[in-house]
């Protein structure tokens, strides 16, 4: 019998991830607050409350893989849920070291951890400082995913289609507005003429929570880039706040995407530890340029204001991931991601004698949860009329390339 990492809130797989929900359809949006209320009423029923050493903050938590290997073969051979303790990695919140122990056969992860909360939206934090707590389940995915990305890398991305585009264009070139005009009245008809955006995943499983934290971190990037949601965090506008009155052309839009944002990684001269530090997290922008067909092309200009803007989100993260608590979960995985892309890089598992194919490979020692696969979702994007055009803010992604950062090493 294979064991669920939902740990007894399994039920809920069409649920938000962060306030984010996708539907049965793949169709994302955000959860209404009845629905949110759902969603935290049932979890809260399964969660269970950190206990003993768990319900004290730490600077330094020590996870063993091959503990944690043992646990999860002994759930599944009782047939027991996963604790929640173990669902949530005895409250981690970052990883900042990876040790090597041969003389145990084991790899210890380690970083800072508390005590756990669920919020209303469902999202998981620390009662303490507020940050996202790690998941058991995308570990695992990071675990399994290292060859794959590889391959192919790691990323998402959310963008109109061709034929979207190519409508919008020919709209915006028979909109006339006269002296006083708010360019409000036309946008009903700019969403329609746009129609739904698609998405794309690489490098995950796209039923997994992992690749929803990918569309759910996006998602709410464009939202608080095109002010359609607010970023709570002083000192962090909308991008259309601080491009109003500026110079655009209609064929030429801002994209953003969120990448990796990591110091040079250092190790111990025996190679047996090693520290990962920096923030995690970055954003990044290019200009597209929308050809006759619809299709766009990145010009590799970046327009300032743009790029003003990613640098203060840059800036801001750490904050921002403590209100919009998605932004949290996407510093996580990126942080499980390049520890387990390490540990494969590196061989650290062979240098330990530890056999970590529980974590690493597809068997039925452990059965992720399976979620509706994100598709599309309904317009997402705003219009502002500037000195010489029309911007259209709705491109954008996610790019995890957790290999550069590994290639990056000093003693």
């Known amino acids: 019998m294979s064991t669920s990492l939902q740990a007894g809130i399994s039920g809920l797989n069409n649920r938000a991830v962060g306030g984010v929900l996708i539907d049965a359809e793949g169709i994302v949006r955000?959860?209404?607050?009845?629905?949110?209320?759902?969603?935290?009423?049932?979890?809260?029923?399964?969660?269970?409350?950190?206990?003993?050493?768990?319900?004290?903050?730490?600077?330094?938590?020590?996870?063993?893989?091959?503990?944690?290997?043992?646990?999860?073969?002994?759930?599944?051979?009782?047939?027991?849920?996963?604790?929640?303790?173990?669902?949530?990695?005895a409250g981690l919140q970052r990883i900042e070291y990876v040790f090597v122990d041969p003389d145990n056969n084991d790899i210890v992860i380690a970083g800072p951890a508390e005590p756990w909360e669920m919020l209303d939206d469902g999202s998981v934090v620390g009662t303490e400082s507020g940050k996202s707590t790690m998941r058991l389940a995308d570990l695992i995915v990071a675990f399994r995913t290292v060859e794959t990305a590889r391959r192919a890398g790691i990323s998402c991305s959310i963008e109109p289609t061709a034929e979207g585009r190519q409508r919008l264009q020919n709209l915006l070139r028979n909109v006339k507005l006269r002296p006083g005009q708010n360019p409000a009245i036309y946008e009903s008809a700019m969403k329609q003429a746009f129609g739904p955006q698609m998405i794309k995943l690489t490098g995950v499983p796209q039923d997994s929570r992992f690749a929803r934290i990918l569309v759910a971190a996006d998602f709410e990037m464009k939202r608080v880039a095109m002010e359609l949601a607010p970023s709570n965090v002083n000192g962090l506008p909308s991008y259309l706040q601080m491009s109003k009155n500026s110079r655009h052309s209609s064929a030429q839009n801002p994209r953003w995407w969120m990448a990796c944002n990591y110091d040079t990684m250092t190790k111990s001269e025996d190679a047996l530890a090693w520290k990962l530090s920096g923030q995690g997290v970055k954003t990044l922008t290019d200009q597209d340029l929308v050809q006759a067909d619809g299709n766009v092309k990145a010009t590799g200009r970046v327009d300032k204001v743009a790029q003003a803007w990613a640098e203060t989100m840059t800036q801001k993260y750490p904050e921002l991931a403590k209100r919009i608590h998605v932004f949290g979960d996407l510093?996580?995985?990126?942080?499980?991601?390049?520890?387990?892309?390490?540990?494969?890089?590196?061989?650290?598992?062979?240098?330990?004698?530890?056999?970590?194919?529980?974590?690493?490979?597809?068997?039925?020692?452990?059965?992720?949860?399976?979620?509706?696969?994100?598709?599309?979702?309904?317009?997402?994007?705003?219009?502002?009329?500037?000195?010489?055009?029309?911007?259209?803010?709705?491109?954008?992604?996610?790019?995890?390339?957790?290999?550069?950062?590994?290639?990056?090493?000093?003693?």
């Open 30 to 89: 955000n959860a209404t607050i009845a629905e949110q209320q759902q969603l935290s009423n049932a979890a809260r029923a399964a969660l269970k409350q950190a206990e003993g050493e768990m319900n004290q903050a730490t600077e330094m938590r020590m996870i063993s893989l091959a503990k944690l290997q043992k646990h999860l073969q002994a759930t599944r051979e009782a047939g027991e849920p996963i604790s929640s303790d173990v669902e949530f990695l």
């Open 331 to 411: 510093q996580n995985i990126m942080d499980m991601t390049i520890a387990a892309t390490l540990i494969s890089q590196e061989r650290l598992d062979q240098k330990a004698g530890i056999d970590l194919s529980l974590l690493k490979q597809e068997n039925e020692a452990v059965e992720l949860t399976s979620y509706a696969v994100p598709k599309a979702l309904n317009p997402q994007c705003s219009f502002v009329r500037g000195r010489s055009g029309w911007v259209v803010t709705a491109s954008g992604g996610v790019d995890i390339d957790a290999f550069s950062v590994v290639e990056k090493q000093a003693i």
